[in-house]
T-cell receptor, first 113, second 114 residues
Framework: GESVGLHLPTLSVQEGDNSIINCAYS??????FIWYKQESGKGPQFIIDIRSNMDKRQGQRVTVLLNKTVKHLSLQIAATQPGDSAVYFCAETAPAAGNKLTFGGGTRVLVKP | ETGVTQSPTHLIKTRGQQVTLRCSSQ?????VSWYQQALGQGPQFIFQ???????GRGNFPPRFSGLQFPNYSSELNVNALELDDSALYLCASSSRRTGSNEQFFGPGTRLTVL
């Protein structure tokens, strides 16, 4: 498949370790945030979301943290697996924007066996 | 439940030509958004369609246009293609009925303009 993130920052992680991916956003009016995973040749796949009235949300092996004070979002992946290798994007939306998503630049995660 | 599908998967055009990309939304979804993803970048919002009308537009020129049909499927049309239009075009569907912001993406159409 075709590579999605040729010039993206890369996080190399040992299999089994935890991964932390960070994202800064600029719109203080944003109230809904999503992390997407994009594998080569595929569209973005929803991982987890969080609303602005929360600061933490957990899913299966993933946790999203939201710090509205500094407009920062992070995704933590526990016990990273080879299948987690992909490009990860954060996205945000604000009430006035309807369902328009504004995406960050993305981070490539490479899981080493 | 059927996911979001897009056609074609790949397309090669030359400068000045016109192209039409197609998207079928996920079953039960009434809103379709289109995004352009250049290589190495995050998707950029082009526009959104709801009830067969454009409902929000990003920073794209008028030669990018679209349609939504009664069955909620959608088309993206690009006229007078330019080299910089080469990108992955993503369609995402969602449902305003549920009040959820979650959008489901299709696999995309890879457009190459020569």
């Amino acid at each position: 498949g075709e590579s999605v993130g040729l010039h993206l920052p890369t996080l190399s992680v040992q299999e089994g370790d935890n991964s932390i991916i960070n994202c800064a956003y600029s719109n203080s009016a944003s109230d809904y945030f999503i992390w997407y995973k994009q594998e080569s040749g595929k569209g973005p796949q929803f991982i987890i979301d969080i609303r602005s009235n929360m600061d933490k949300r957990q899913g299966q092996r993933v946790t999203v943290l939201l710090n509205k004070t500094v407009k920062h979002l992070s995704l933590q992946i526990a016990a990273t697996q080879p299948g987690d290798s992909a490009v990860y994007f954060c996205a945000e939306t604000a009430p006035a924007a309807g369902n328009k998503l504004t995406f960050g630049g993305g981070t490539r995660v490479l899981v080493k066996p | 439940e059927t996911g979001v599908t897009q056609s074609p998967t790949h397309l090669i055009k030359t400068r000045g030509q016109q192209v039409t990309l197609r998207c079928s939304s996920q079953s039960g979804h009434n809103t379709v958004s289109w995004y352009q993803q250049a290589l190495g970048q995050g998707p950029q919002f082009i526009f959104q369609y709801y009830r067969e009308e454009e409902n929000g537009r990003g920073n794209f020129p008028p030669r990018f246009s679209g349609l939504q049909f009664p069955n909620y499927s959608s088309e993206l049309n690009v006229n007078a293609l330019e080299l910089d239009d080469s990108a992955l075009y993503l369609c995402a569907s969602s449902s305003r009925r549920t009040g959820s912001n979650e959008q489901f993406f299709g696999p995309g159409t890879r457009l190459t303009v020569l």
